[in-house]
């Protein structure tokens, strides 16, 4: 709104400070923590072991974190509007059961049950939208509540049967292609494109810097005009959607519809956007940033595991990197004011 | 504002992932010693993956697999599901083994149906999958199982019960596992069958999922229903000491005979105690150990281990039945697991 932009090549006093360089612009971005940290670790890991660089250990860890990361851009969404959501990794659950079920028994053509499920999932986010705007209500605990209602209905829809022999289409995004010697899930692609979707909406549309400025500040946004009750409730609504595709990458990735499935993916998620520099506090954070975080977990834990480290130290590592990163942000934040 | 200022955040990031890089190193040396890269390049790698990690039944198993590792010279790798139940989890750990180049992998499936698209991945790579103490579904998913025979285990507690009862008319409480798990339906079904009794005669059946706080409010509400109950089945020693808190609140627990499965080193303790009149032993570091020499062999002559093994039980009991096979609670103490 106040964009005090100085042209380049003006000469002022304070041009070092008002324009700043493309390299302290890199070292200041919010991702570059991030980026850092995941460079670093990828340097260990191939220091330490033979088996992690290699073209074929990449896809897999990006083939690992598509499930979480989907799950993540959604969070991400709702962190920035200064929101969370324990229900994601549920939500999508039910979508997956749906589908599978659907799917394996026939009621709907395989095509039809994704959709539909997908669709549920993005209502799900839209209920949790119009609660937390319309009552309102907190977002932590109306996703709390959500987070269980979705994990009873996955229980009661299934009969806490897990369903196997899907048909094609609900697995072809597990399928691989050979890119040079590396195969490549299909999967894998939806993730980064969705991120790069996201990424490019976010920063380069007005619905983007709506979604910043809401996160700021609620009030301030209202008075500049942003009809933030519709903004707000869309996020969700979108958020949702994206854990509805999260449920189809699931379904592809393991090849069943598993009713105990997500039950810590909404933590991980979280983990993933703290780790990636998003701030809980909204407002500050971007999704390139969480899908370096959900790659970071990635890395530690196949990098960790290729070293044949306990799964606990992963578990024990990756607490500390968390703490590490919201310490982080909540100094920079006190600085910056 | 600052630039200084607002260069600091990913200066501090860095630096802190430096240090947890130290960590992860810190973590490898102490943490398990026998698989750092350098002493285990040329070995034969195993992979073991639990249901979780705090289990004592699965700490058992992973020491049981790393003391056959290192007395074959083979570098074991170990990993979990962080709940009860997370498949996608065990899924994860069996892709970055295979990456590892395992030659075999031991696994405790979380979910036996949901495991076997992956397990089927990890075999079309050459990789030998045993599942030890809970079967895939179907049970021809692995190459083979290592498991306790838990209906013979139920089985030997239901003939002991009927030895024990001396006749008495028994007026039976089951405090089961959850429904449709197979561990927990064969060890009923074996306990019925060794005492000779269908379902009808059981006077109240409780799910408890063997925790010992469930246990003990299905036991309080199997008395409240019938008062006059005076045998218990439970599906571990939790259950069956939760069982024992309800029955000694009412004054009941010298007169009510609890027979129970496991042979945990708690619940081994218990029958010594006098607290648990007998317990089937199960024997998980058995398990592991037969696994890892199986990988062993495969790889050094090709030959894979195939169908089912039993790894055996026994009654222990420090008041022996005629009749019933039994070991006392010395022996079982010395080879209890937890």
Wanted: hydrophobic share 45%.
């Amino acid at each position: 709104m106040t964009a005090t932009t100085t042209p380049p090549g003006t000469s002022s006093p304070y041009a070092d400070l008002k324009a700043p360089t493309t390299l302290r612009r890199l070292l200041t971005a919010p991702t570059t923590g991030p980026l850092v940290a995941l460079l670093l670790a990828c340097a260990f890991f191939s220091i330490s072991t033979d088996q992690f660089l290699t073209g074929g250990n990449f896809s897999l860890i990006v083939q690992q974190v598509m499930v979480v990361g989907t799950l993540a851009i959604g969070q991400t969404l709702i962190i920035l509007t200064a929101g969370i959501d324990l229900s994601c990794g549920a939500v999508m659950a039910f979508g997956s059961i749906m589908i599978a079920k659907m799917a394996a028994n026939g009621t709907l053509p395989p095509l039809v049950a994704i959709a539909l499920g997908i669709a549920v999932c993005a209502g799900f986010g839209l209920v949790n939208g119009l609660l937390v705007q319309k009552i309102p209500l907190p977002p932590f605990i109306v996703t709390l509540g959500m987070l269980n209602v979705a994990f009873a209905l996955t229980h009661i829809y299934s009969n806490e049967q897990t369903i196997t022999s899907l048909p094609g289409p609900l697995t072809a995004l597990g399928q691989t292609f050979p890119l040079g010697h590396t195969d490549i899930t299909y999967g894998s692609l939806v993730t980064i494109a969705l991120f790069l979707l996201l990424a490019y909406a976010l920063s380069n549309t007005s619905w983007g810097r709506h979604v910043y400025a809401l996160g700021n500040s609620q009030e301030a946004a209202r008075l500049n005009g942003i009809r933030t009750s519709r903004l707000t409730i869309g996020i969700y609504a979108v958020a949702g959607l994206l854990y509805g595709i999260a449920a189809l990458l699931l379904i592809s990735r393991t090849g069943v519809g598993d009713p105990q499935a997500g039950q810590t993916d909404n933590l991980d998620s979280i983990t993933a956007v703290v780790l990636g520099g998003t701030s809980l506090f909204g407002g500050r954070g971007s999704v390139l940033g969480t899908f370096i975080g959900v790659l970071i977990v990635g890395v530690f834990r196949n990098g960790l595991q290729l070293m044949g480290v306990a799964s606990i130290y992963q578990t024990l590592i990756t607490g500390v990197l968390v703490i590490l990163a919201v310490t982080v942000d909540q100094i920079s934040r006190k600085k910056s004011r | 504002m600052s630039r200084t200022t607002r260069l600091s955040p990913s200066l501090l990031r860095a630096a802190a992932v430096t240090g947890v890089a130290a960590l992860a190193l810190t973590a490898c040396g102490s943490g398990s010693g026998s698989s750092s890269t350098s002493a285990g390049s040329g070995s034969i790698k195993v992979g073991l993956i639990t249901k979780t990690d705090t289990n004592p039944f699965f700490v058992k198993m992973k020491e049981g697999a790393e003391k056959a590792a290192k007395a074959d010279g083979a570098q074991l790798m170990t990993a979990a599901g962080k709940f009860d139940g997370d498949n996608a989890g065990q899924v994860t750990a069996i892709e970055n083994m295979v990456a590892a180049g395992v030659k075999g992998i031991l696994i405790t499936p979380s979910d036996s149906k949901a495991i076997v698209p992956a397990v089927q991945k990890a075999r079309a790579k050459g990789v030998l999958v045993i599942a030890l103490d809970t079967p895939t579904d179907p049970q021809s998913a692995v190459d083979a199982l290592f498991a306790t025979n838990n209906l013979n285990a139920g089985k030997l507690i239901g003939q002991y019960a009927k030895a024990a009862m001396k006749g008495k008319t028994a007026k039976i409480a089951t405090l089961d596992l959850a429904p449709g798990v197979s561990v927990g339906v064969l060890r009923h079904n074996g306990f019925l069958q060794g005492f000779g009794a269908t379902d009808k005669d059981v006077a109240c059946a409780q799910d408890t999922g063997g925790d010992q706080a469930k246990g003990q409010t299905a036991m309080e509400n199997c008395l409240q229903k019938n008062p006059d109950i005076n045998l218990v089945y439970t599906i571990n020693e939790p259950a069956a000491l939760g069982a024992y808190t309800a029955l000694k609140a009412k004054g009941r627990e010298k007169d009510v005979l609890i027979v129970s499965v496991d042979g945990g080193c708690t619940g081994t303790q218990a029958v010594k105690d006098g607290k648990i009149a007998a317990t089937s032993q199960q024997y998980p570091l058995k398990m592991a150990a037969e696994g890892v020499k199986a990988v062993v062999s495969y790889a050094k002559n090709g030959k894979k281990a195939s169908g089912y093994t039993d790894t055996g039980v026994n009654l222990i009991t420090d008041k022996a039945q005629a009749g019933v096979t039994s070991k006392d609670t010395a022996f079982g103490l010395q080879n209890c697991w937890g």
